[in-house]
C-alpha cells in the first residue's frame, strides 16, 4: 500500500546528506518515490545518490545548497521547479541546535538556529506553497521537536526555534484546510544522529540520554508510512508526548519533579 502511495512522486528532503534526512531519502525511494535531495555537503549528497541507485534502482536528485544563504535558497526552489514541473511534497528537515545557558549564547549562534530552523523552513515553504495549491495532492511535512512544547534548561533558543515551527504549522493546516495538501508537525526527542556535533561537542548530554535516543531510521521509516495520509503530528517517544501534555496541564508540578531531568544537558 505504501508503494503505490508513493509511487512516482517527487519530494524535497532538505538535510538529506546525513541523519533522518539521509533515511528519509532512502526510504521514500524504497517506495517509490523519488527523493529530492537537498545539503550542503556534494560529496555526501552524491554518495547518498549513487547507495540509492545501487540498492533500489531509483534515481534521486541532489542539490548543493546553504539554506541559511538567502539568494541561494531561492535559487534553487525556482531550479526545483523549473526543473521537475511537478513537486508533490517537501519535508523540512535541516536544523541545527547549540545547547548552552541564555547568558552564555553569542549573537552569531542564535542567528543561525533562527536563520536555518525557522526562516529557511518558512521561506521555501512559501516559494512552493503556489506550486502545491496547483496540486491533486501536496504534503508539507516540518520536522520539529519535543523542546517545542517542553522547554528545559540551555535549550531556551533552541526550543524557541521550534515552538516558531509549531506555530507556523498549526496555522498554515488550518489555512490549507480547503486544499488537498496534508500538513504535518513530527516531534522528536534526542535522535541518534551528528545533530550533537554542534548541540553537544563534550557528548555529556548524549552519555545522560543514550539508553532514551531515537534510531534515525526508526525515525525516517514511520514518517515516510505517513506521507500523503492524514497525519496531524507524528511524536516519538511516544511517553516524552505523554510528558509533555502532563507538562501542560501542571507546570509547575512537573518542573519541580522532573528538575534533574531538565537539567541533564
Known sequence: MHKRRLEGKK???????????ERLSWHIANQGGIPLMLARSIDKLEAQQELIHRELDVMGF?????????????????????????IDGLI???????????????????????????????????????HFM?????????????????????????????????????????????YPIYVTAVNLGPVQTNFFTNADPSGKYQQN??????????????????????????????????GSKLYHLFPTGLERLLKKQFNKK
Open 62 to 86: 541532489i542539490y548543493q545548497v546553504d539554506l541559511q544563504q538567502k539568494q541561494g535558497l531561492e535559487y534553487v526552489f525556482h531550479q526545483l521547479v523549473e526543473e521537475h514541473g511537478q
Open 11 to 21: 519530494i524535497i528532503i532538505t538535510g538529506a546528506s546525513s541523519g533522518i534526512g
Open 209 to 242: 540520554v543514550a539508553r532514551y535516543m531515537l534510531d534515525a531510521d526508526t525515525v525516517a521509516r514511520k514518517v515516510a508510512a505517513h506521507l500523503f495520509t492524514k497525519k496531524r503530528e507524528i511524536n516519538l517517544p511516544w511517553w516524552m508526548e505523554i
Open 92 to 130: 523540512n528537515n535541516a536544523g541545527i541546535g547549540i545547547f548552552d545557558y541564555v547568558k552564555n549564547m553569542n549573537l552569531p549562534d542564535i542567528e543561525q538556529m533562527f536563520q536555518l530552523n525557522v526562516y529557511a523552513l518558512m521561506h521555501g515553504t512559501v516559494k512552493l506553497l503556489p
Open 134 to 178: 496547483t496540486q491533486k495532492e501536496a504534503h508539507i511535512v516540518n520536522v520539529a521537536s519535543q523542546a517545542g512544547k517542553m522547554a528545559t534548561p540551555k535549550s531556551a533558543v533552541y526550543a524557541s526555534t521550534k515552538h516558531a515551527v509549531l506555530g507556523f504549522t498549526n496555522a498554515l493546516r488550518l489555512e490549507l484546510v480547503d
